[in-house]
């Protein structure tokens, strides 16, 4: 006789309209995002969604700037003074066609973008758009979840929850840099706040003291990470793993991964840590079963140049063309251990999510709260420096970087606080 199934016993909210719950208006059931067109931005905005479950009901708008030009010398405006700026000089320009200095005719300015598109082929983050939709639907679909990062992003995002603060929730991603309490809460990470500890206060003149950001310690605001948000998990790993299968499984282990950026005001470097990066790996490839080295689209050519001079021709050695498809989910799911340059938070907030060893090359070479970060994961046992004398064969772990899941679960606790919660 086969047994009898009982039915499982009803959840408070099983079968029970909305409308009764807590009211139809408080579940979340979409999100939009909005971004800078900086891979490294977008993604921890995308991270934090997808972890909140809603990776299928979003949609995507940019905050972009003119580019090309004399555009580059108006990137340190604010987004919507760059474009009053451009829109002043192209008018005058649409007058004159040349612009004549000191009796000599100047080419002509580049069209926006650096291309022959404009901006409006590109879908425009408009404050005033995206607070319209969150009214529209807001007795269908309940509040609207914003989620921005960057600091391109800032004025549109708080200008959103201005016009629209009972149906929208607002995350903001990376210290402002102004009043937190335009936001409902603020993502950031430890390092964020490093000028206000006292070696920070040693280094910075008092006289310029004030000007520093941000000046307060970090409020209820404020949710610390130690890295980047980003979207790998192990589902992610997992698939990654099963897509790169055929490619990778048949490597000779161990596999080490190499990921190299590129300088930045807070990490600069050159062709002095190409040389010593190529000099460290031929020391460990004894150790090695397997090397694949990728550059990112920040790698200035006389770094990569030399690392594909030094290295390309070693059996051992696989060098990415750059072509498609991108390993690098599959490098992450397959590698035994990562070296990666140390100006990226980004690329070493992945590596660490692995639990896998993460040898940092050059973290000497960064300043201020860049140098901040690196002493914090050496602190926890996350990384260690990449010195060439490693055996990648041995094997070391450590507590995965998980702050994309600890954010989710913050905004979880704070949006239950208002009586709202997220339902995909």
């Known amino acids: 006789m086969r047994p009898i199934r009982l039915p499982e016993p009803p959840s408070p909210t099983m079968g029970v ?31 934090l969604v997808h972890a909140l479950g809603l990776a299928d009901n979003y949609v995507l708008y940019r905050v972009t700037r003119p580019s090309g030009g004399i555009n580059e010398w108006l990137h340190c405006l604010p987004v919507s003074l760059h474009k009053i700026f451009y829109y002043i000089i192209r008018r ?28 409006s082929s590109i879908l425009e983050a408009d404050s005033k758009q995206i607070v319209n939709m969150a009214r529209e639907s807001y007795e269908k679909d309940g509040p609207l979840l914003v989620v921005a990062s960057g600091r391109d992003t800032i004025s549109i995002a708080s200008s959103i929850k201005r016009l629209a603060s009972e149906k929208v929730f607002l995350v903001q991603i990376q210290h402002p840099r102004s009043d937190l ?7 950031t990470p430890h390092h964020d706040y490093y000028a206000l500890t006292p070696q920070a206060q040693e280094q910075i003149p008092r ?4 000007w520093i950001t941000p000046h307060e310690p970090p409020d209820q605001h404020v949710v610390l990470t130690v890295g980047a948000l980003h979207q790998i998990d192990f589902a992610a790993l997992r698939s990654a793993a099963s897509t790169w299968h055929d490619e990778f499984a048949p490597l000779p282990k161990p596999l080490l991964v190499v990921n190299i950026g590129g300088p930045t005001c807070r990490c600069r470097y050159g062709s002095d840590l190409a040389q010593q990066l190529s000099a460290f790996l031929t020391n460990v490839l004894v150790s090695c079963g397997s090397v694949r080295i990728s550059f990112s689209n920040r790698t200035p050519k006389k770094v990569s140049n030399i690392i594909i001079k030094e290295l390309a021709n070693n059996p051992k050695v696989y060098i990415w063309d750059g072509e ?19 100006d990226s938070v980004s690329m070493i907030s992945e590596a660490c ?27 926890r046992g996350v990384v260690r420096s990449f010195t060439g004398s490693e055996d990648i064969s041995e094997s070391w772990s450590y507590p995965p970087l998980n702050d994309t899941a600890e954010v989710a679960r913050r905004v979880h606790d704070v949006l239950a606080e208002r009586g709202l919660r997220v339902r995909p």
């Open 17 to 47: 309209p909305e409308i009764f719950e807590n009211g139809a208006y408080n579940v979340i059931r979409r999100a939009v995002v909005i971004g800078n067109g900086f891979p490294g931005s977008e993604n921890q905005s995308l991270g």
């Open 92 to 119: 005058i320009y649409s007058y004159s066609r040349l612009i004549v200095s000191r009796g000599k005719e100047i080419a002509p300015l580049p069209s926006e973008n650096s291309g022959s598109v404009g901006l």
């Open 181 to 187: 309490s335009r936001f409902d809460l603020v993502v």
């Open 207 to 210: 006289f310029i003291r004030k």
């Open 324 to 342: 498609e498809p991108n390993p690098y989910m599959g490098h992450l799911a397959w590698a035994d251990a990562f070296v990666v340059t140390a």
């Open 353 to 379: 999510s692995t639990g896998k060893p993460v040898y940092v090359m050059g973290s000497e070479r960064c300043t201020w709260k860049l140098a901040d970060f690196h002493k914090s994961l050496r602190e």
